[in-house]
């Protein structure tokens, strides 16, 4: 298994998470961002969308991070990322929708370049507007949080690993974390695991 | 079952494709996002996010329009929208996940309501902003759409409902639909069939 990965990115934190939690382990072939390396014709040929992470299994390539998430729960069923009843599974998917369709797209990279380059916003332009998406969505998440355990229950499930990533991202950018302390407190319950931890930007690539 | 709905949200018009796919019939609670009707209290109870759609069925209520379609697939298995291999349902999810992570949530109406209000952006600005994201997250689709038949094969797919409605916008919003010949093959094709034209914003709400 080869995972292109890249440690700052968020969506392919939550793909480091399902592997680590499966007890999975993949080859990580750095495709720095910063540095343009998504947008080579070697990368694209890759991943049609120049995006991280993408994984290789048995000749498939697989790409954007949910499906990805998803293909290892089917394949590989041990440590189900997703519950058996079909509200919580909707409910669990929902939650990381409300992440990765509401939040994480419209404060990413290629995002913030676009408001620079284009729309002659200034940097603090530019954090004001990461800010306000990562506060409303954020904020709306907090609602549907327990005081206690993770978002998945007694264990980290689906939502957690793509709601960890975003705290990050929210701590990062100086986002309000003190109005959401549930999810704060599932943060930190969560990088308190080994499978979180060795998947978190700042870890060294095994 | 009822759907909170608007006819030209893209998200709900994914849920509308599906529930006529399945021959399933929902009363539809119209929630008029141009009137800012989502903002309301009484629609936050129903929908922490005030986002469209949202589903009631047998005492839940499910949010974000795929966590809605994964929903249906598992409840009412007739007329799978997900193939049973492994790696076609990962590729079927990961398409539809290329609209409504990578374009819709860039190009919908409180982003171009923040452009505008918020950055001081003309509607020529927004408008431009829009084609962007459209092209360049089409343009990457196109390139794993097949010629004939849809993106789920001889019969339209996971993917098919996720990515018609945001060529639907594209169309809309003039965005080079030229460039994305293949695409507008398939929109063409599902838009012949009932399933989808009596979903489509323009269809009087039966």
Redesign the interface.
């Given at each position: 298994m080869k995972l292109y990965d890249f440690a700052p990115s968020s969506a392919a934190y939550r793909v480091r998470i399902a592997l680590n939690l499966k007890g999975l382990s993949a080859d990580r072939v750095d495709v720095n961002l910063t540095d343009s390396e998504h947008l080579t014709d070697a990368y694209r040929a890759v991943n049609?969308?120049?995006?991280v992470p993408s994984l290789e299994h048995e000749g498939?390539v697989?790409?954007?991070s949910?499906?990805?998430l998803?293909?290892l729960d089917?394949?590989f069923p041990q440590r189900p990322l997703l519950p058996q009843d079909?509200?919580q599974?909707?409910?669990q998917?929902?939650l990381a929708?409300?992440v990765?369709?509401?939040i994480?797209?419209?404060q990413n990279l290629r995002?913030r370049r676009?408001?620079a380059s284009?729309?002659g916003?200034d940097e603090a332009?530019t954090n004001?507007?990461v800010r306000?998406w990562i506060d409303l969505?954020l904020q709306?998440?907090e609602?549907?949080a327990p005081q206690a355990g993770f978002l998945g229950g007694t264990q980290p499930m689906f939502a957690d690993l793509v709601v960890v990533p975003q705290v990050f991202n929210a701590v990062r950018f100086g986002a309000d974390v003190d109005s959401i302390p549930r999810l704060m407190g599932i943060y930190e319950r969560c990088n308190a695991l080994a499978a979180f931890a060795d998947a978190h930007p700042s870890a060294p690539a095994s």
């Open positions: 049609a969308q120049s995006l498939a697989l790409t954007q949910l499906a990805i998803e293909y089917e394949r079909l509200v599974r909707a409910q998917r929902a929708y409300s990765a369709c509401e994480h797209p419209i995002i676009y408001l284009e729309m916003q332009a004001q507007w306000h969505g709306a998440i609602t549907q």
